[in-house]
């Protein structure tokens, strides 16, 4: 089995990793103003594009 010559740096290590890391979702805010994710229906309040999507029954 092949083994490497020299020590991998930590900077070509990093450059190797440096799409490696885990995106952040982005946040939107609903009409009633709760944070969701975007091209999600907001769970409040049950609206997407300003329509009614689904029904949410307070309780």
Excluded: F, N, W
Excluded at 12 to 27: D, E
Aim: with cysteine; net charge positive.
């Amino acid at each position: 089995m092949a083994l490497p010559k020299k020590k991998t740096s930590k900077s070509k290590k990093g450059m190797r990793r440096s799409h490696h890391s885990v995106p952040v979702p982005t946040v939107v805010y609903c009409e009633c103003g709760e944070p969701t994710l975007p091209h999600k229906i907001c769970a409040s309040c049950g609206t997407y594009k300003g329509r009614q999507m689904l029904r949410i029954e307070d309780e």
